[in-house]
């Protein structure tokens, strides 16, 4: 099984729709993290979690909202879904000092 | 704010060498990463250097710290097809919590 499990893998879902998008690892790690990717901006930090009762903003954390249900489990919401949040997303695990491990991403696209 | 750039594409023959440059505006990072980005993956750690070190090398890999230019660079020798991938610069800055990644360098190789 993989380190940090993303699903769904592909989703397709119209205007307006809420939509979750759900990570797990088994890394172990306290440091969770939603990134978005678009073609030409590289990676953007959403939302960032150190543990269960902490959260806090990335870059561009406008229209979405997270929830850290346990240290293994980080879920982006969309509450309601606009065309421009068509994109890549990535949930991410790290410790203090050592690099990220990735999910395999979910290919948003909202219609 | 932090920022970190890099060229978007970069087109090689194979059995060359391909150098992907970085430039990046914190430079009270501890460390410096690579990533690589394989078709329909996530993002796993190519390789990272100690910002207190000017070269490291590892096997086809060797990575230049220019601290006082801000730059980064990875050289990739004898360049395979293997390597098309996009290639991520990140940078945690002074804020250990998160990186920062730059918008990636496409490499495409060819025969």
């Known amino acids: 099984d993989a380190d940090v499990t993303q699903t769904p893998r592909n989703r397709i879902t119209k205007t307006g729709k809420r939509i979750m998008l759900e990570c797990s690892q088994t890394?172990?790690?306290?440091?969770m993290y939603w990134y978005r990717q678009d073609p030409g901006l590289g990676l953007r930090l959403i939302y960032y979690?150190?543990?269960?009762?902490?959260?806090n903003k990335g870059e561009i954390s406008d229209g979405y909202s997270v929830s850290r249900q346990a240290q293994a489990k980080f879920s982006l919401s969309l509450e309601s879904a606009i065309p421009n949040q068509t994109a890549l997303y990535f949930c991410?695990?790290?410790?203090?000092?050592?690099?990220?491990?990735f999910g395999s991403g979910t290919r948003l696209t909202v219609v | 704010g932090e920022d970190v750039e890099q060229s978007l594409f970069l087109s090689v023959r194979e059995g060359d060498s391909s150098v992907i440059n970085c430039t990046y505006t914190?430079?009270?990072?501890?460390?410096l990463y690579w990533y690589k980005q394989e078709p329909g993956a996530g993002l796993q750690l190519l390789t990272y250097?100690?910002?207190?070190?000017d070269m490291k090398q590892d096997q086809r890999l060797t990575v230049l710290l220019n601290k006082k230019d801000k730059h980064l660079s990875l050289r990739i020798a004898d360049t395979q097809t293997g390597d098309s991938a996009i290639y991520f610069c990140?940078?945690?800055?002074?804020?250990?919590?998160?990186?920062?990644f730059g918008t990636g360098t496409r490499l495409q190789v060819f025969p």
């Open positions: 890394k172990g790690h306290d440091r």
């Open positions: 250097i100690f910002s207190n070190m």
């Open positions: 979690s150190f543990d269960v009762k902490d959260i």
């Open positions: 914190d430079s009270s990072s501890t460390y």
């Open positions: 990140a940078d945690p800055g002074s804020n250990t919590d998160k990186l920062i």
């Open positions: 991410a695990t790290s410790t203090p000092n050592y690099g990220y491990t």
